[in-house]
């Protein structure tokens, strides 16, 4: 048997739960299972799975091997599939990472489709807006917004991400229209914590920029809580057009200090360099760029 015959060999022992159940389930000798086992970690020179006569468990080293044989194996059996017919439905399991909010909003309808396409393709996601490191998770990408400052990922632009200020009719009716970027510091503001900045950027119609103090009456760690702070007239906030396009088109928020921008951003697709990119991560960059492009719906709807 060779390498990749090894690699099924020990997924099958993890996923059985042991050698005997795997030995049973590949129809071959326990004691040929046992072999291939401890062939397998002397030529990595690690124990994969700690035995004892009554119980087994995976390692540390043994769990690491595993997503990453899991990986192979899948790669392996796409390029098989698709060297014998490009167009064909992709298989195996791709991993992803995503932020909460856009994740939610935008990318769960446009996976639905994605799924609906192949179906004999496993997604496993993981909505969060913390910072996952991809090696460690064993993800095949993540999709992030902002700056990237990790030089160790490759990253594909997916779209722009523009942003507004803005506040509920209520509210301005209430405290009054800010004509000036200065204005803002005598009103209520909401900042969201995951930004690494406790002040807001504006840019003037001659491009020249402005930095304005946040001291928020409400922090949180979530976009779309703070965009309904907001409809709820508990103040001023800058927020993704992504999030709050709706509130935008319907009315329930408008525009503060139109003569102003927030400085852009971007969504990428992100994965570590060292990785190969599967086709069904590649298809699925391919499709996500199509399906938002340069204009995102969500802007043509807000504006």
């Known amino acids: 048997m060779g390498q990749l015959e090894d690699m099924q060999i020990y ?8 050698i005997g159940p795997a030995a049973e389930q590949l129809s071959i000798a326990k004691s040929a299972v046992s072999r291939r086992l ?48 490009p167009q064909t439905s992709l298989q195996g399991t791709l991993r992803l990472a995503a932020p909460l909010s856009f994740g939610l909003d935008h990318l769960a309808p446009a ?17 969060s807006d913390q910072h996952i490191d991809l090696v460690e998770g064993g993800y095949d990408l993540a999709f992030r917004i902002g700056n990237l400052e990790d030089s160790s990922l490759k990253a594909r632009r997916i779209s722009p991400v523009h942003f507004v200020l803005c ?8 405290r009054g229209t800010p004509r000036h970027p200065d204005e803002l510091k005598s009103h209520a503001l ?5 930004v690494n900045t406790s002040s807001w950027k504006l ?18 760690n979530n976009g779309h809580f703070l965009c309904k702070m907001g409809m709820a007239g508990h103040g001023i906030l800058v927020t993704p057009t992504f999030i709050a396009w709706q509130a935008l088109s319907t009315g329930d928020l408008v525009t503060v200090l139109p003569d102003y921008t927030v400085p852009s951003s971007h969504a990428y697709a992100v994965y570590p360099e060292t990785r190969y990119l599967s086709q069904r991560a590649r298809r699925l960059i391919d499709y996500l760029r199509e399906r938002f492009g340069d204009k995102p719906y969500w802007d043509q709807l807000a504006f």
């Open 38 to 85: 401890a062939a397998l970690e002397a030529r990595l020179g690690v124990t994969l799975i700690n035995r004892t006569t009554r119980t087994s468990s995976v390692t540390e080293a043994g769990k690491l091997y595993y997503s990453r044989a899991l990986q192979v194996v899948d790669d392996v059996a796409e390029l098989d599939t698709l060297a014998a017919d």
């Open 203 to 220: 840019r003037d119609q001659q491009g020249h920029e402005t930095s304005v103090p946040v001291a928020a009456k409400i922090i949180a």
């Open 111 to 127: 996976l639905d489709i994605f799924a609906q396409d192949h179906p004999e393709l496993t997604l496993h996601v993981d909505f």
């Open 190 to 194: 909401l900042r969201y914590t995951l």
């Open 167 to 174: 506040a509920s009719p209520d509210y301005l009716q209430r």
């Open 11 to 18: 997924i099958r022992v993890v996923e059985a739960g042991g």
